[in-house]
């Protein structure tokens, strides 16, 4: 398995840019709220059974 590390940016630039980055285009969040409401309600039950928490 691969080392994690902690990156390392060579500028205020290249650090603002990847921060823009992580905001640029769409997001999982729109997404997200882009689906049908049913579908939405089911992924929610799923990932909060998976969680083991209580409905």
Do not use: W
């Not at 603002?16 to 689906?35: D, E, N, Q, R």
């Amino acid at each position: 398995m691969n080392e994690i590390r902690m990156r390392k940016f060579e500028s205020i630039k290249e650090f603002a840019s990847t921060v823009a980055g992580l905001f640029a285009g769409p997001t999982f969040l729109m997404t997200f709220l882009k689906t049908e409401g049913s579908f939405r309600e089911q992924v929610i039950l799923t990932v909060s059974f998976t969680n083991n928490c209580g409905v």
